[in-house]
């Protein structure tokens, strides 16, 4: 019996063999597995960020292809008789009668639906704080800028796939969301009237709505998603990871897990993203269509509120005033056109800061090590002001429920966010730059002095000191790796017509507000640490 098995088992082998063959020879993949399997990933749970989006959209994937198949796109009005008792008899929609099927009717149907829309919303907010992470520690830096320019096109794809689907169930809140953007579109100048027709299939609402929308949101945004995410990858894996820095950690080396053992954990972390997002649709409601009821063009919901990733949207619409100008018999709505440009430049400053960077500090090195945040005190700082502004906006995008919660004056909390949009982010930027530079000083004090020991010594003459104790080797590169640039500056003499152009000077302008004086504290040099560590020894 065993020498029968042998040649059974070798035939499998050899059948597994030119499979393996057949598939490297067209696919590559014995070499793209050698490679992984030779590459080190850091490890650092900063870095589980940037796999919660990940993990997010796989979710959203599974969990939106089994909602397609009981959800029907369509506007067609019809009259519902499902479970939900209050809303039986009336007119409703086939997208809103079949979503109230799915919540109602269909076994697991509104859990399956509620992790979807939770899964959207984590899946930008996931997008928003790793971007947040690779901006503060500049993992942006060169070769990486397309790196960080998929990442902001994947968020900006998320926050449109996001607004996409919340239309769809074609409620009542939905709806008038709708409105709001089907007003935004209209003050747009020349084009925005060609815009709404060709969104909405005809005059607002239209007829096309919800089976546009369901393409866009199905087809062409998931789409585009996994080819941006495809691209990324390609280029994480065509550039060195980059890693915070520590011992044996340079632009030449990395340390961190094997392959295997970094796909084990990330296996264990996708698990436990899925069953968050799932408890989460489970035990806490979200988008009850059936207390908005249908959408009807001539009701508008009380109180309604975007989701959390167009709340700076809503809150820009918000504060601002009701202009509106003339211009050679056309009306500009200023209302609407100033917040879409001032929140679409808000996106943009920010997908493009990496960029601008680049060019300012002509950085020719490729750095592999991360930056800690206080080492750039002035682009922490500008994150941090663009933060406040958005957490402003947001706030003011709920100027009717604070009023009526707060019993205060609505025109009060309009005037406050008004303000605040100005003066907020301006002392956040200072805040937080002068904190940075204060962080710095106390790491030059610490690689100069050391540690305090809590222990005070009797000098001969008299005094008492503290005992400080020598930081290890890993602390001290910790606090001293980071690289320090030097402004750009103009040759003194130098005549006016020689310093270029005016783009040129105000890159050097830039440059020195980067890195010129007030914006680094110097590292302490060799001679510094030993002539201080002399007088502590003891």
């Known amino acids: 019996m065993g020498t029968e098995a042998r040649p059974s088992e070798s035939h499998r082998t050899d059948r597994g063999e030119k499979v393996a063959d057949w598939a490297d020879l067209r696919l590559s993949t014995r070499g793209a597995a050698r490679a992984a399997a030779r590459r080190a990933f850091p490890d650092h749970w900063s870095f589980l960020l940037g796999q919660i989006w990940l993990y997010c959209f796989v979710i959203l994937l599974v969990t939106g292809a089994y909602l397609t198949l009981y959800f029907h796109p369509s506007s067609q009005q019809v009259r519902y008789q499902g479970s939900y008792a209050p809303l039986r008899g009336l007119w409703v929609s086939e997208a809103f009668d079949s979503t109230m099927h799915l919540s109602f009717d269909v076994r697991g149907g509104l859990l399956i639906r509620q992790a979807h829309h939770w899964a959207a919303l984590i899946f930008v907010a996931a997008l928003l704080v790793h971007m947040m992470r690779v901006f503060f520690t500049g993992a942006f830096r060169k070769p990486r800028e397309l790196n960080w320019a998929v990442v902001f096109l994947l968020m900006i794809l998320g926050m449109f796939g996001g607004l996409t689907g919340y239309d769809l169930p074609n409620d009542l809140l939905s709806g008038t969301g709708l409105a709001v953007v089907n007003g935004t579109l209209l003050s747009v100048p020349l084009i925005g009237t060609y815009l709404s027709m060709f969104l909405f299939g005809g005059e607002f609402p239209g007829d096309d709505l919800v089976a546009r929308f369901n393409a866009i949101h199905v087809l062409v945004i998931p789409g585009l998603t996994v080819v941006l995410i495809v691209a990324l990858m390609v280029l994480s894996l065509r550039h060195k990871p980059m890693q915070y820095a520590g011992p044996g950690r340079t632009n030449g080396k990395v340390v961190g897990l094997p392959f295997q053992v970094y796909v084990v954990k990330s296996a264990g972390f996708f698990l436990m993203v899925a069953g ?262 003891g």
Do not use: C
Request: charged share 20%; net charge neutral.
């Open 276 to 537: 968050v997002v799932f408890l989460m649709a489970a035990i806490a409601q979200i988008n009850p269509v059936w207390d908005y009821g249908p959408y009807r063009a001539d009701q508008v919901s009380a109180g309604s509120q975007p989701d959390w990733y167009m709340g700076v949207a809503d809150g820009l619409l918000r504060v601002m005033p009701g202009w509106e100008i003339d211009f050679r018999g056309h009306t500009l709505a200023l209302d609407n056109f100033i917040p879409l440009l001032v929140g679409g430049g808000l996106f943009l400053a920010l997908g493009a800061y990496p960029f601008i960077e680049a060019w300012v500090t002509g950085e020719d090195s490729e750095p592999h090590l991360l930056d800690r945040p206080r080492n750039r005190p002035v682009r922490t700082a500008l994150g941090a002001a663009w933060l406040s502004f958005y957490a402003v906006a947001f706030g003011a995008a709920a100027n009717d429920l604070i009023a009526t919660q707060l019993h205060v004056s609505v025109n009060g909390v309009t005037w406050a966010a008004r303000i605040g949009l100005v003066l907020v982010p301006l002392t956040v930027f200072v805040v937080v730059k002068r904190l940075a530079l204060a962080l710095q000083l106390g790491d030059r004090d610490k690689v100069l002095h050391g540690r305090e020991t809590g222990r005070i010594r009797l000098m001969p003459h008299g005094e008492y000191v503290e005992v400080h104790e020598s930081l290890s080797q890993e602390r001290l590169h910790v606090l001293t790796a980071h690289q320090q640039h030097k402004p750009l500056t103009i040759a003194p003499g130098t005549a006016p017509a020689a310093h270029g152009s005016g783009i040129e000077r105000l890159r050097t302008r830039l440059s020195r507000a980067l890195y010129g004086p007030g914006t680094q504290i110097p590292k302490p040099t060799v001679e510094e640490h030993r002539a201080v560590a002399q007088r502590h020894r």
